[in-house]
């Protein structure tokens, strides 16, 4: 099923002006609807989706996406019958399209997230439950975000330069096959991060100096969350019109490795001193002359190489929310109501018996580095106060005077 027939919109359209005559105001809304995102219910989440909008007083059409045309086709061509707002029921791949269609356009989007992670709708506080995301389309109100562009290219998550990029297919490939997925994404994932090694990349923010690092990973984020839920720019806002960067530049390979587990089982990227932040309208990555360039992942999908511009269209689509701010009504995170993916939930499942013994060992090795004279001086006083207990312990020989010698007594 590519379209509807011809007879459902008309009767939708009917309906919209008996709807019009009772002196309602109806809204026309177009349907853009991915059939693989929801596997064999396919028919009857679509008549599902379709009886919940049409339930809150919408006069809605539909359209479907196919493995030619992933959105971008379809939301052109529903944008040519001219509705009141588009809607797209599917992934994150799905939704991306469709919106790219609609920048600048003014049309309203809603959205319906029944992809695996729903980046996206979970930083504009979209709900995954299809009725509550319906009842959310019919009553919210349009909000103004923004949109990264890298070389002229829109992308809504975020922009990766370092060892991930080859992650990120990994990820896609095996996200969907359970525990042998898992095993298969770390048997393969293993090896490439031993390989991995820090990329020298320039850095230039609004037409500032350009700053030298040398990094495992530096990502650009238009939003919180990217990739399997990795909160790595929390604080990162769709609407402020910048960018937020996050130049990740450890000195050892484990360290990079226990904030990507960390980011994976839902938590935060440690505050430390090798993780440099900083926002900007404007970004350049550049590798150094006669250097090869460095692979770029956009949105989760390898799409770009060095050397790259980046920047922002400052609201270029609007996007039905609950409110009219982004902002959490109690000034919260937005990070912290960031689901876990059903990976994360695994990982942390996993981990659980050992989670307390390392905890305890991260501590004493905390308290070791930070007073750790105190503890060489303890070290010296015990080593001095044993070699005295051991030679307080050790028999001592009695002597017997000879004339001009003492001779020790045999035992």
Request: net charge positive; charged share 20%.
């Amino acid at each position: 099923m590519e379209r509807l027939s011809d007879a459902e919109p008309a009767q939708a359209s009917e309906q919209g002006e008996a709807s019009a005559d009772m002196g309602h105001v109806t809204r026309r809304a177009h349907l853009i609807f991915n059939p693989v995102a929801f596997g064999d219910t396919a028919d009857g989440a679509l008549a599902r989706i379709l009886d919940l909008l049409r339930h809150h007083g919408l006069v809605v059409a539909a359209s479907s996406t196919t493995a030619d045309d992933p959105g971008d086709g379809v939301a052109a061509a529903a944008l040519a019958r001219q509705p009141d707002l588009v809607i797209v029921a599917g992934g994150d791949g799905t939704i991306h399209a469709v919106a790219r269609a609609l920048l600048h356009t003014g049309t309203p989007l809603g959205i319906i997230p029944m992809g695996t992670v729903n980046n996206l709708a979970d930083a504009l506080h979209i709900p995954t439950d299809m009725e509550a995301a319906c009842a959310l389309i019919a009553t919210g109100q349009p909000h103004a975000m923004d949109a990264g562009l890298i070389d002229g290219r829109p992308f809504f998550e975020a922009v990766s330069l370092g060892v991930a990029a080859p992650f990120f297919p990994l990820a896609e490939a095996t996200r969907h096959q359970g525990l042998v997925g898992l095993w298969r994404a770390i048997v393969k994932g293993v090896p490439l991060l031993l390989r991995s090694r820090r990329t020298v990349v320039y850095v230039e923010a609004d037409g500032k100096r350009r700053r030298r690092f040398k990094a495992w990973e530096i990502t650009v984020a238009n939003i919180p969350s990217t990739a399997l839920h990795f909160a790595i720019a929390p604080d990162a806002r769709l609407d402020d019109g910048q960018l937020d960067v996050v130049i990740n530049a450890e000195s050892h390979w484990w360290q990079f490795t226990r904030d990507a587990l960390a980011l994976l089982r839902g938590g935060r990227q440690h505050r430390q001193p090798y993780v440099r932040r900083m926002r900007a309208r404007h970004i350049r990555l550049l590798t150094p002359p006669g250097a090869p360039s460095a692979p770029i992942t956009i949105d989760g999908e390898a799409m770009g190489v060095t050397p790259a511009t980046l920047s922002v269209a400052h609201h270029a689509l609007n996007v039905i929310v609950a409110s009219t701010t982004l902002a959490d009504a109690d000034g919260n995170d937005p990070a912290a109501h960031m689901a876990r993916t059903p990976l994360a939930e695994l990982l942390h499942s996993l981990t659980e018996p050992v989670r307390a013994p390392v905890k305890g060992a991260r501590r004493v090795a905390t308290f070791a580095r930070r007073y750790w004279m105190l503890g060489a001086l303890a070290l010296l006083v015990a080593l001095g106060v044993g070699v005295w207990r051991w030679r307080r312990s050790k028999p001592r020989p009695s002597y017997r005077r000879l004339p001009g010698r003492r001779v020790a007594d045999e035992e």
